[in-house]
């Protein structure tokens, strides 16, 4: 038997990832053909609200592996804050590099006006943009997971940078149009606005993946507590692996327990079921559970109360 709870807290963030790295490549595509520097900088931001969510979806490990080398643990947990400090430095690279752009073209003066094309794509992407936090939001909110703060507040920075390519895009093509010169500059200028929030949104990635995750790791202590209280529950054998990180005010606590292999799927759900309430109870800076069911070693003789009372015939003759 082997149980694996679907996680749809995961499912809602993947889908979140994949769609802002769709809108990245859309944006970034329409961007470079219509020499928009404002539209490469919202696709630049859409890449780093994808990059920040795959950042917290990385398992940061602060927690032990029962019957296990703990130093191996955290000589591998040293390597994944690298990945989100990656992400960060090319979003503030990228950031410089559309800032540098944009500023060669406003002292040149030859800048390109975007086309009609360029504000189909920004309103498309705002729409799909909208569409994938709604869906993020309401589903966060219906599975109390806590994640819906996150998603607004990135979805509010999104969204300015979005609005700013679009009014920079809307005043360059008018005054493109009426031959009003100082207008012809606001996708540039807008450019240069979007490339200041890359810069705060890197910064903000930086500061979350040092202090965040490396500073601020769950406690031993507090990993200990978290097993004794799975241990608590009826039907479980053994915990075999707990990992605890801290994102924000948050906790998530990604879980392998052993159950006894001789009962139905559906029973190891609800002791799985038992487990993530408990602790979600007890701790209730603990937003997110993940647990992993596994039957424990088929040859210890376990056998729970009710398993013996189903089975077992009786000895006496009747």
């Known amino acids: 038997m082997s149980i694996e709870r679907s996680n749809p807290s995961g499912t809602v963030a993947w889908t979140g990832i994949a769609g802002e790295l769709l809108l990245a490549l859309f944006k970034g595509v329409v ?12 696709a630049l931001y859409s890449a780093s609200d994808a990059a920040g969510a795959l ?11 029962l019957r296990s080398a703990q130093q191996s643990d955290l000589r591998a947990g040293r390597t994944e804050p690298i990945l989100a400090i990656l992400f ?13 752009a944009a500023v060669r073209d ?5 800048v390109q006006t975007p086309g009609q094309f360029t504000l189909i794509a920004i309103l498309v992407s705002l729409a799909v943009k909208e569409a994938l936090f709604q869906f993020q939001y309401r589903q966060s909110k ?5 994640m819906h703060t996150v998603y607004a507040d ?12 679009l009014i920079g895009v809307i005043l360059a093509m008018t005054g493109s149009a009426f031959h009003w010169s100082m207008l012809q500059y606001m996708d540039s200028i807008s450019a240069l606005i979007v490339a200041a929030l890359l810069l705060r949104r890197g910064y903000r990635l930086i500061v979350s993946s040092v202090y965040g995750q490396l500073v601020q790791e769950t406690e031993q202590e507090d990993a200990i507590n978290f097993i004794d209280t799975v241990q608590r529950v009826h039907g479980v054998i053994t915990v075999d692996d707990l990992k605890a990180s801290e994102q924000g005010h948050y906790i998530t606590i990604d879980l392998k327990i052993s159950v006894n292999p001789r009962i139905t799927v559906q029973e190891g759900a609800e002791i799985a079921d038992r487990v993530k309430k408990l602790l979600m109870h007890r701790f209730l800076h603990v937003s ?11 040859g210890y003789p376990y056998k729970s109360n009710h398993h ?3 089975n077992e015939q009786p000895t006496l003759l009747q």
């Not at 053909?33 to 404002?38: D, L």
């Not at 997110?288 to 088929?298: S, T």
């Open 88 to 100: 960060s430095v090319l979003v503030l690279m990228g950031g410089l590099q559309i800032a540098v």
């Open 55 to 65: 950042a917290r979806r990385i398992p940061w490990r602060t927690s032990s592996k």
């Open 31 to 42: 961007g470079y053909f219509t020499g928009s520097k404002a539209l490469l900088g919202d």
């Open 154 to 165: 990135n979805h509010r920075f999104s969204l300015y940078s979005s609005i700013t390519v």
């Open 106 to 110: 406003l002292a040149s003066g030859r």
């Open 308 to 310: 013996l009372t189903d």
């Open 142 to 146: 219906k599975q109390g997971d806590g």
């Open 288 to 298: 997110i559970v993940n647990i992993q069911v596994v039957p424990y070693d088929p």
